[in-house]
């Protein structure tokens, strides 16, 4: 993790904005990194990391890929963190 730390309610669309709000919620990382920001999972050796570009040419579809890429995090079963992932992202 190179980039400062940016705040969710920072990205200029409605739809990635709830959905990093929750992951942020959830204890993963947001820094400001390549087009936008970079997502950092909660596990200590940051196995997943996304991408977040800032204006993405369809919104609904970026906020759903960000979920996506979120939920292959191997959290343990037993982590309270692994019940709240998932979600539905309309």
Do not use: F
């Amino acid at each position: 993790m190179v980039g400062r730390e940016v705040a969710a309610a920072d990205h200029p669309s409605k739809e990635v904005r709830e959905v990093l709000k929750r992951l942020v919620a959830d204890g993963w990382k947001l820094r400001s990194e390549g087009h936008w920001g970079t997502l950092y999972c909660p596990c200590e050796e940051h196995c997943t990391s996304i991408r977040v570009g800032g204006t993405p040419k369809n919104p609904g579809q970026e906020a759903r890929r960000v979920q996506r890429r979120a939920k292959l995090c191997p959290l343990p079963p037993d982590d309270p963190r692994a019940a709240l992932r998932g979600g539905n992202v309309k």
